[in-house]
């Protein structure tokens, strides 16, 4: 190894990540630590984790740095797409006639990554009428898109992918709503005005203050605790107007605690029944 690494230096780590993130780091992920972080203790020019440790537990910006190499940012296009699908013909017909009364929508992609997730919404929800998206765009319809990690909010602003990731949206959408060229595939301004990204840690406060009519929580609470997972999904409730959508990973369930507020109408997604 280039750094020092001790067994402490892991479990420092571990309960600095946890702490901060809610994220289980156990003894069988050194490896993943080590690989993660040593770029950022080259940077540093330090020669041990032992002085890393010693340098985040003072420099914010560098936590948030080790917070985000340590964060895992896996996604695609439709990825679960049985969500879009439920999603396409069971909850957005009535908030698209809100959406055409006059009516406000709100949706929330929770560690929405590189931006792939909100995007794939709306190219669901707007379809092939590109004319019916620029309706759309004078309606009071908006997704809110957060992550923990920085970097990777960066990069779904730009709203630039490969030509590679590109090819799993479907290609009637990825015809319209995607422009390619040498450099990759680029996501439609119609498409990306409609998103807010913010940094936001899930287990820290929340600045919302209106209900969702649906959250797509998905692939997160699985680096979590069950006393982690059991407080967020309570928290995620209370965000959820009644009758809104609650869309989770494939491996996740709900807490006992709260499922009598949720009926489950599809796979891994539930609608809210009870305050």
């Known amino acids: 190894m280039e750094?020092?690494?001790?067994?402490?230096?892991?479990?420092?780590?571990?309960?600095?990540?946890?702490?901060?993130?809610?994220?289980l780091m156990p003894a069988g992920k050194a490896q993943l630590v080590?690989?993660?972080?040593?770029?950022?203790?080259?940077?540093n020019k330090l020669t041990s984790f032992a002085d890393y440790i010693a340098l985040i537990e003072d420099d914010q910006e560098e936590r948030t740095l080790a917070v985000d190499a340590l964060t895992t940012n896996h996604t695609s296009f439709f990825r679960e797409s049985h969500h879009f699908d439920h999603f396409i013909a069971e909850v957005w017909p009535a908030l698209e006639q809100r959406l055409l009364g006059r009516g406000r929508v709100r949706i929330w992609s929770a560690a929405c990554s590189s931006g792939e997730e909100p995007y794939s919404l709306l190219m669901a929800m707007f379809g092939t009428d590109r004319g019916a998206a620029q309706r759309f765009a004078r309606t009071d319809l908006r997704i809110l898109a957060t992550d923990l990690s920085t970097e990777i909010l960066a990069a779904a602003k730009a709203a630039r992918y490969s030509q590679e990731t590109a090819q799993s949206i479907p290609a009637a959408l990825r015809s319209l709503w995607v422009k390619?060229?040498?450099?990759?595939?680029?996501?439609?301004?119609?498409?990306?005005?409609r998103v807010a990204f913010r940094r936001l840690n899930l287990l820290e406060g929340w600045p919302m203050s209106h209900p969702f009519d649906a959250i797509f929580c998905r692939n997160v609470m699985i680096y979590f605790d069950e006393p982690t997972k059991e407080r967020l999904q309570t928290r995620l409730a209370d965000q959820l107007a009644v009758g809104g959508m609650l869309y989770i990973g494939h491996s996740e369930r709900l807490a006992a605690s709260i499922a009598s507020r949720f009926e489950c109408v599809g796979r891994t997604s539930f609608r809210k029944v009870a305050a």
């Open 34 to 43: 080590y690989g993660r972080l040593a770029p950022r203790v080259r940077e």
């Open 3 to 23: 750094f020092v690494f001790t067994p402490e230096d892991h479990k420092a780590i571990s309960s600095f990540v946890y702490a901060e993130a809610g994220i």
């Open 180 to 193: 390619r060229d040498d450099r990759g595939a680029e996501v439609h301004p119609l498409i990306r005005e």
